[in-house]
């Protein structure tokens, strides 16, 4: 399986802002049922696009404050 990363305060200055290609973001909670829909979708065009993309998550539960920083108003939400 593809290596989504979990994005947080901590690490996402050095895998988004120092990343050297795009990078797709997945802002999701795991009580959101849209969210949870929209996951395997989100696993399966990682896979396709891996060489061309870098693909991570953000969970708005665990770290609303880059959430809000990113100007999250609703999820899921998906930041490039």
Known sequence: STMIVELTS????Q???????????DVFANWCTPCRAFAPIFEAV???????????????SHD??????????AIPTILF
């Open 10 to 13: 901590a690490n996402f200055q």
């Open 15 to 25: 895998e988004v802002e120092q990343a050297e290609q795009p990078v797709i973001i």
């Open 46 to 60: 990682s896979q396709i696009k891996k060489d061309d993309c870098k693909f991570a998550k953000i969970d708005f």
């Open 64 to 73: 609303s404050e880059l959430a809000n920083r990113l100007k999250v108003v």
